[in-house]
């Protein structure tokens, strides 16, 4: 009779001790510190999903947009892709014989950092024509795929989609959490970005809308296949990106996620819409943890990622948000302790 009356006892403690861990919501940010960076995505959550707000939006139309590099994952020294793209060129360099006294491939096979940093975008058009096209989409999918899972990063001795932002992580989930839909719309390239956005992100294939080349149908022996052509197709910065989230998403975004003047034309596009709507750009001014680069805020300047002091100015002017990693953010990496 103690026996049952003991368990009874510890039933009734259990089950009052889930029942009061429900009434308390666990953080949906952990990684973010408190500040006016944390509470804007609260409050936009909260308005957006109260029926009673009139801010309240359906959660069809719940639609927020990310850029990809210097917003969810790092873009320093160099970005990923370019990183990706110059060790096409040395994997492909003896099949081109070429490329010994043809310029940019001669200083990416024979020089330093100092002179691919010099790089001019013809320079970069002519070495993504090389690396990125000139096989079917399936050829590149699997060659970044393979890429990606071998290649790492200098700094840290960590694989690429490891280098992502935990607390960028957290607020994809937060969203998704509260139906919204989250989509990527990055000036990088599309076919590269989707190679790894399901896994690293949880966005689909289908949800990446980026830069691209042209393609074409072609019938070959092991069926029908699309063609990668060194042309471009959609430039997907600046103007392009409000032009693309019309072209392929249809919808015009609730909140809108960047981090230098590239993404300006979204999240001006994004505020626009009325209603309570958000703009977001990463400020790196750490260092220390991850990198600082502006030249806003008298940060060094870059020709990566540029966060110029006149976009830091007009941010402060429409009301969008400016996250300090040195100071929104407890952690930047998942793997941090």
């Given at each position: ?19 009061s ?21 609260l ?39 370019g990183v ?5 060129v ?15 491939f ?33 050829a590149?999918?699997?060659?970044a ?6 290649a ?42 989707r ?8 966005i ?6 980026g ?11 092991r069926?029908?296949?699309?063609l ?24 015009r975004p ?38 600082a680069?502006?030249p806003?805020?008298?940060l060094?300047?870059?020709?990566v ?33």
């Amino acid at each position: 009779m103690r026996i049952a009356r003991f368990i009874l006892l510890l039933a009734l403690v259990a089950g009052g001790l889930g029942c009061s861990a429900a009434l308390v919501p666990s953080d949906p940010l952990p990684s973010w510190n408190d500040g006016p960076a944390r509470s804007a995505i609260l409050a936009l959550v909260d308005a957006a999903t109260d029926e009673s707000s009139p801010a309240y939006v359906a959660p069809g139309e719940r639609i927020a947009t990310f850029d990809n590099d210097g917003t969810l994952w790092v873009e320093h020294p160099l970005y990923t892709q370019g990183v990706f793209a110059l060790d096409r060129v040395r994997a492909l360099a003896p099949e081109h014989p070429e490329w010994r006294t043809e310029e940019p491939f001669r200083s990416v096979l024979t020089k330093g950092e100092a002179a691919i940093s010099g790089f001019h975008m013809e320079d970069w058009q002519k070495i993504i024509a090389a690396t990125h096209t000139g096989m079917s989409t399936e050829a590149f999918e699997q060659t970044a795929r393979r890429w990606l899972g071998a290649a790492r990063d200098a700094r840290w001795d960590r694989r690429y989609p490891e280098l992502v932002y935990q607390p960028m992580l957290e607020v994809l989930q937060y969203l998704r959490d509260n139906e919204f839909e989250t989509f990527i719309v990055s000036g990088g390239g599309q076919e590269f970005i989707r190679v790894f956005s399901d896994g690293t992100y949880g966005i689909p294939t289908w949800k990446v809308v980026g830069s691209s080349v042209e393609t074409r149908w072609e019938e070959t022996e092991r069926g029908p296949a699309l063609l990668r052509e060194p042309h471009l197709f959609f430039l997907d910065d600046h103007q392009g990106k409000p032009v693309g989230i019309n072209l392929f998403i249809g919808t015009r975004p609730v909140a809108a996620f960047g981090n230098s003047g590239g993404d300006r034309e979204m999240l001006e596009w994004t505020t626009a819409g009325g209603g309570r709507r958000m703009g977001m750009l990463v400020l790196h001014d750490d260092a220390r943890r991850e990198y600082a680069y502006g030249p806003a805020e008298g940060l060094p300047d870059t020709h990566v990622g540029r966060f110029t002091q006149e976009l830091y100015d007009e941010a402060r002017r429409k009301g969008w948000i400016v996250v300090s990693m040195r100071k929104d953010w407890k952690r930047i990496f998942p793997w941090e302790d």
